[in-house]
Structure formats: C-alpha cells, structure tokens
C-alpha cells in the first residue's frame, strides 16, 4: 500500500523555523515528482513547492519563495521541507503528495496524499 506520511510540524515562533518531513512507503520515491501543499481554516488548499523526479528541479509558490526550501532524499524515500523567517500567514495544515511530473504536481494529478501535519506560527 501506498502511504505518505508528514512529520514535523508544531508551534512556532514568527521569524523561527521548522523542517517538515514526508516519509514515503509502498513505491520508491526517486520516479515521482513531490509536492507540498498547505490549508488553512476556512481557506482553499494552495500548493506551496515541488520537486522533480528527474533533476530535481524545485518551485516555489510567491509566498515562500527565499523562505522555504524543498529537498529529497531517495535513500531514505523521504522529501522534506525547511521553512524559515516563518509568519503567521504560514499557519495551515501541510500536505505532500505524489505525482509522476512536476507538471502533474501543478495540475493537480496527485495520486497519493498524506494525512497532514500541522503548523502554528504565533507569539
């Protein structure tokens, strides 16, 4: 079976850090492009960053952009997410996903989602 599953996340102060985790099991990670994902109350879900499968090219949403680093580890099956100089506006729930391209990430062609972690950014 398939599964994705977030660590990390917490409470935190604005300006600190935290590195999120994805553990993937059931596939081997190296042929899949990554993507994660974020929700908060009552908003929609936004995609955040990705990664290749192939060169292991990223992107980042406008947002986080010089904030967030998206990185993967195939030996490990695991894609992890750094995030620093963070801000109240980066509360939500974060999610990875899985799909075979980057442009599939951006598309929306997600086959596997993990279940979520969540982060608070408050003093």
């Known amino acids: 079976q398939v599964q994705l599953v977030e660590s990390g996340g917490g409470l935190v102060q604005p300006g600190g850090s935290l590195r999120l985790s994805c553990a993937v099991s059931?596939?081997?990670?190296?042929?899949?492009?990554i993507g994660w994902f974020r929700q908060a109350p009552g908003k929609e879900r936004e995609g955040v960053s990705c990664?290749?499968?192939?060169?292991?090219?990223?992107y980042y949403a406008d947002s986080v952009k010089g904030r967030f680093t998206i990185s993967r580890d195939n030996v490990k099956n695991t894609v992890y997410l750094e995030m620093n100089s963070l801000k109240p506006e980066d509360t939500a729930v974060y999610y990875c996903?899985?799909?075979?391209?980057?442009?599939?990430?951006?598309?929306?062609?997600?086959?596997?989602w993990g279940r979520g972690t969540l982060v608070t950014v408050s003093s």
């Open positions: 996903a899985i799909a075979r391209t980057v442009r599939a990430v951006i598309a929306g062609y997600l086959e596997v």
């Open positions: 059931g596939f081997t990670l190296n042929y899949y492009a």
């Open positions: 990664i290749s499968s192939s060169d292991g090219s990223t």
